[in-house]
């Protein structure tokens, strides 16, 4: 299947300084990415949805001055956790749908997920 | 309520076992996910349904619209196949899918 990715898989850092997430579609072309976050024994919680070259579209109740999506080409979106706090502390996912098309199933893949603590 | 509830919550089997999760949901949808949480947190998608049956391996998925429910099946069930297995769909106009809370699986040796 195909196959997303993410990176960092896991990163500290210390409240007040800004985190960057990288999701990265590997072998297929992605329209359309979203991203998650998911806190202990929780389902995923969709934060935003990003359409490549257009400006995301965030869930209500999150912050968009907060959590920065870029989504600059069809294989890369990137989060960024601006002034982080211990309370975004959490699992965050990403998801890229594949582009419809000849072939194409337009079915949802998974990134690996970025554990981002915050002391 | 939920619009996609799964049952049961948590299931023990042993090892070999024939392993049956459920999935509802109230609305209309163009696709049916399941997908597989391992504790490390990765997911990955096992299935994407929108009718009938499809089969990878020892998983089973079943999806009946009119009834508005779907079906993973494990057969031969392993201690590796513990996992939190999610269902998910996917709305007939929208583009995000909703979550089910998740069946948390233990298989015992």
């Known amino acids: 299947g195909a196959v997303v990715s993410q990176h960092p898989s896991r990163v500290i850092c210390k409240s007040g300084t800004s985190v960057k997430i990288e999701c990265r579609s590997l072998?297929?072309?992605?329209?359309?990415m979203f991203w998650y976050r998911q806190f202990p024994k929780q389902s995923l919680m969709l934060m935003a949805t990003s359409n490549e070259g257009s400006k995301a579209t965030y869930e209500q109740g999150v912050e968009k001055d907060k959590f920065l999506i870029n989504h600059a080409s069809l294989t890369l979106s990137t989060l960024t956790v601006t002034s982080a706090h211990p309370e975004d502390s959490s699992f965050y996912i990403c998801?890229?749908?594949?582009?419809?098309?000849?072939?194409?199933?337009?079915?949802?893949?998974f990134g690996p997920g970025t554990r981002l603590t915050v002391l | 309520k939920n619009e996609v509830e799964q049952s049961p919550q948590n299931l023990t089997a042993q090892e070999g076992e024939f392993i049956t999760i459920n999935c509802s949901y109230s609305?209309?949808?163009?696709?049916l996910h399941w997908l597989q949480q391992h504790p490390g947190g990765g997911i990955v998608s096992l299935f994407m349904?929108?009718?009938g049956k499809k089969k990878h391996g020892r998983l089973i998925a079943t999806i009946n619209i009119q009834e508005k429910h779907s079906s993973l099946h494990i057969t031969a069930s392993h201690p590796r196949d513990s996992a939190v297995y999610i269902c998910a769909v996917r709305g007939s106009s929208g583009s995000r899918l909703t979550f089910g809370e998740g069946t948390q699986l233990t298989v015992n040796p």
């Open positions: 349904l929108s009718s």
């Open positions: 998801s890229a749908r594949d582009t419809p098309g000849l072939g194409s199933y337009n079915e949802q893949f």
């Open positions: 609305v209309g949808i163009s696709a």
């Open positions: 072998d297929f072309q992605a329209t359309t």
